[in-house]
């Protein structure tokens, strides 16, 4: 059978079902013939269900597929279509779409890249398959492994906070700050740790939180900050520490409205666990990178 066979019988059935993740789901599809310019063919009407233009909008070349690939994709499309044509003049991409409606739509897509005897392209027959659904759950998914793993627990205030354990370098008592002429108040100066000089950030002034004197439970975590300038250690003064806990990703929630009292820009979420509610902060969120290269520059 051949390539516009066999896409054909892809097409005979308005809904594909589609397979690689825990659970099936359901896709529609729709089958075209498209060429060198840009336009395409649509052989059902299914392609107005999936982008909002019609059938006819496509075939009579008032719009050309090219012109709804959402713009951020068009290279890596164009790329993967090169690449079929010195291979076996197959392939598969995964890319987004505009909606009429302006939203995005994720689709993937099958083709069979179609030359004469002289090796010119003549036509692509193919088949597109609304993936949108099956691209969020892959998102949700990435995002649960990214934040599954082992936090320090500490305190600020009556507040309990929550780093990932990979960004924790180690824990040291509140030792003696050089103070910097001209830094941000957060910013209480620099230590000198083996050598090394790190800055020093009283994370309650950075989270906007009333400042307190320090106990003989106040110490210094120092952290891998990255941020605008590159990646370097610095200090964070906090209350205490408690412990070290392991979290599921699914138990930290999207930062609600209410932890914007504590300049919410810096938390990544609201870790659920058998103690309660921890917010867990993001350091790399702090933006410490134009203040600290200032500081490197008047050094």
């Not at 051949?2 to 896409?7: D, I, K, N, S, W």
């Not at 500490?154 to 906070?161: G, I, T, V, W």
Request: with cysteine; aromatic share 8%.
């Amino acid at each position: 059978m051949g390539a516009e066979g066999r896409y054909l019988m892809m097409e005979t059935s308005q809904v594909a079902t589609c397979t690689g993740q825990t659970k099936p789901y359901k896709a529609l599809n729709a089958a075209y013939r498209g060429y060198k310019d840009g336009t395409v063919e649509f052989f059902g009407n299914q392609v107005e269900a999936l982008t909002g233009h019609s059938k006819d909008d496509f075939n009579s070349k008032r719009l050309r597929w090219t012109d709804v690939i959402y713009a951020a994709d068009r290279e890596s499309v164009k790329q993967s279509f090169v690449l079929a044509l010195k291979g076996d003049k197959t392939y598969m991409r995964e890319y987004r779409v505009q909606h009429r409606d302006g939203s995005l739509i994720w689709f993937q897509e099958w083709g069979q890249i179609i030359c004469d005897d002289a090796g010119h392209v003549e036509s692509v027959l193919g088949v597109l398959l609304e993936i949108t659904e099956r691209k969020r759950m892959e998102e949700i998914q990435l995002r649960i492994d990214r934040l599954t793993g082992k936090y320090l627990l500490f305190m600020l205030a009556s507040e309990q906070f929550a780093i990932g354990i990979i960004k924790v370098r180690e824990i040291i008592g509140l030792t003696p700050i050089t103070p910097i002429p001209g830094a941000p108040d957060y910013l209480r100066g620099v230590i000198n740790l083996r050598g090394k000089v790190i800055p020093v950030v009283n994370l309650r002034l950075k989270l906007g939180m009333e400042d307190c004197p320090p106990t003989d439970r106040t110490c210094i975590v120092l952290v891998e900050c990255r941020d605008s300038q590159g990646t370097r250690d610095i200090g964070l003064i906090v209350d205490s520490v408690s412990e070290v806990l392991f979290v599921q990703g699914q138990d930290i929630d999207e930062s609600p409205d209410i932890i914007t009292r504590f300049n919410g820009d810096y938390i990544t979420g609201m870790a659920k666990v058998a103690g309660g509610i921890k917010m867990v902060l993001d350091v790399d969120r702090l933006n410490l990178g134009t203040d600290l290269a200032e500081l490197d520059e008047s050094a």
